[in-house]
Nanobody, 121 residues
Framework: QVQLVESGGGSVQAGGSLRLSCAAS????????MAWFRQTPGKEREGVAV???????IYADSVKGRFTTSQDNTKNTLYLQMNSLRPEDSAMYYC???????????????WSQGTQVTVSS
């Protein structure tokens, strides 16, 4: 069992920055991949970034160069640093734990409660 507790959401103006945190607990060794997803009403969940225990990452094209995901393995904490935010980045953001190095949400079986990010223009 893995528990993911997410924090750091909020409202920010376009061009601003925000950092999300995701604290993991439980049997995290069985879930070597962590990821960030986002979802807006009426749309399917979208992969944002994935990271493995070695720090390798995958980013969605829409966030490359602006978002950075990282982890502190000693604290079992995942981070998403979001810079140069745009209104289209507004979404409910989720962190997730899974078993594949992919941004396909079905490969992730543990999810945070989500945190809202709102970017105003």
């Amino acid at each position: 069992q893995v528990q993911l507790v997410e924090s750091g959401g909020g409202s920010v103006q376009a061009g601003g920055s925000l950092r999300l945190s995701c604290a993991a607990s439980g049997d995290t060794y069985r879930r070597v991949y962590m990821a960030w997803f986002r979802q807006t009403p009426g749309k399917e969940r979208e992969g944002v970034a994935v990271i493995d225990r070695a720090g390798r990452t995958i980013y969605a094209d829409s966030v490359k160069g602006r978002f950075t995901t990282s982890q502190d393995n000693t604290k079992n904490t995942l981070y998403l640093q979001m810079n140069s935010l745009r209104p289209e980045d507004s979404a409910m953001y989720y962190c997730a734990a899974g078993t594949s190095f992919t941004m396909v949400p079905t490969y992730f079986d543990y999810w945070s409660q989500g945190t809202q990010v709102t970017v105003s223009s």
